[in-house]
């Protein structure tokens, strides 16, 4: 799931600032793009999550598919075909998600991105762990089951 040597390169330097910084300039673009419905959030989490769907405090412009093999060192951002409106921190709960299955990268994704683990960052988080528990379900994404189910448990209590 997580690229060793992009990461190697990532906690080197100032990467993850870069990141922070570039997504940090996408949210704030303004578009009529939607990459997550409502209505999706209001089905899905309920499903996969165990949780009525979080208010969206912050409606924000996400890439939408921020994963490790969209991301380069030096730093690019690559496959842009689903960006659109999301709640806030959309990209770095889906960065998280995906780095799951090495807990010391996940740990520096919420260091980088103060908003998962926030009430804001809610909506965003049951999102996107309803949207691969639902990939999960669909024989997808195998891998990250247990981690996923976890995080579900833990966004339950919050």
């Known amino acids: 799931m997580v690229g060793g040597d992009l990461v190697q390169e990532a906690c080197a330097g100032s990467w993850w ?28 989490i309920p499903e996969f999550v165990g949780v009525p769907a979080p208010a969206v405090t912050c409606w924000t412009t996400a890439h939408s598919d921020l994963h490790w093999a969209n991301v380069t060192a030096p730093l690019r951002i690559l496959d842009w075909e689903g960006w659109g409106r999301a709640p806030e921190g959309f990209d770095a709960a889906t960065l998280y998600a995906y780095s799951l299955l090495q807990e010391d990268v996940a740990a520096r994704v919420r260091d980088a991105f103060p908003v998962l683990g926030s009430p804001a960052g809610l909506a965003a988080e049951a999102t996107v762990c309803a949207q691969l528990l639902q990939t999960v379900a669909r024989g997808d994404n195998l ?16």
């Open 17 to 44: 600032e870069d990141l922070a910084g570039t997504l940090a300039k996408v949210a704030a673009v303004d578009t009529d793009r939607v990459a997550v419905r409502q209505q999706y959030m209001d089905r899905a």
């Open 143 to 158: 891998v990250l089951q247990g981690q996923l189910r976890n995080w579900a448990e833990e966004l339950r209590h919050r």
